[in-house]
């Protein structure tokens, strides 16, 4: 089993960057796909979500700025950041929930830091 998330880098404030999820070797389809992100200091926060059906979710920071979308065929989903600020600057963690099985797997995450 393996999350890996892509896409990271060195944007200026106002940029856009396009992250990155590819989850393979799952006993399962997966059911729900979130971003997180966490700076030095303080608690990882979800950032968005999105099911196998295709809802989503946002944090109120980023709703307007991110979008959330997945390919289920590739078990691959993707942010794309939008926007911004240097307060998103952070490690953007990719997370997965395997219902069936009841079962979770977290990426090692990617450093997105936006320069002021």
């Known amino acids: 089993v393996q999350v890996v998330e892509s896409g990271g880098g060195l944007v200026q404030t106002g940029g856009s960057l396009r992250l990155s999820c590819a989850a393979s070797g799952m006993p399962s389809s997966i059911d729900v796909m979130y971003w997180y992100r966490q700076t030095p200091g303080k608690q990882r926060e979800l950032v968005a979500a999105?099911?196998?059906?295709?809802?989503?979710t946002y944090a109120d920071s980023v709703k307007g700025r991110f979008t959330i979308s997945r390919d289920n065929v590739k078990s691959t989903m993707y942010l794309q950041m939008n926007s911004l600020k240097h307060e998103d600057t952070a490690v953007y963690y990719c997370?997965?929930?395997?219902?069936?099985?009841?079962?979770?797997?977290w990426g090692k995450g990617t450093l997105v830091t936006v320069s002021s």
């Open positions: 997370h997965v929930e395997l219902y069936y099985y009841g079962k979770d797997y």
């Open positions: 999105i099911t196998s059906g295709g809802s989503t």
